[in-house]
């Protein structure tokens, strides 16, 4: 099992950065495929980007690919999410996610654990 705790959100204007962390406590965390997901204001929870558990191969949502990145740090069970080039459309609940052993997963179904959620607020 793994607990999922998001940081980093906040305010920031369009055209900014912005960089979210997701720390997990428990075991194992190498062998978890994380992802970050977002819920805009009045919407339902759309994939922004995953990271593979087994080669760490990146995929993302195409509303955000040349913007955002997603990285992992398996030393410090952390997972990030840079964002540049920040948009108001990108105003949302980040939450960051993890599954045992799959990889390639943007369906939020396919997902076990889920963090508490960060707010992210681009002023235009």
């Known amino acids: 099992q793994v607990q999922l705790v998001e940081s980093g959100g906040g305010l920031v204007q369009a055209g900014g950065s912005l960089r979210l962390s997701c720390a997990a406590s428990?075991?194992?965390?190498?062998?978890?495929?994380m992802a970050w997901f977002r819920q805009p204001p009045g919407k339902e929870r759309e994939f922004v980007a995953g990271?593979?558990?087994?080669?760490?191969?990146?995929y993302y949502a195409d509303s955000v690919k040349g913007r955002f990145t997603i990285s992992r740090d398996n030393a410090k069970n952390t997972v990030y999410l840079q964002l540049n080039s920040v948009e108001p459309d990108d105003t949302a609940v980040f939450y960051c996610?993890?599954?045992?052993?799959?990889?390639?997963?943007?369906?939020?179904?396919?997902?076990?654990?889920w963090g508490q959620g960060t707010q992210v607020t681009v002023s235009s």
């Open positions: 996610a993890a599954v045992l052993y799959r990889n390639y997963n943007r369906n939020w179904r396919a997902f076990d654990y």
């Open positions: 428990g075991r194992s965390f190498s062998t978890y495929s």
């Open positions: 990271i593979n558990w087994s080669d760490s191969r990146t």
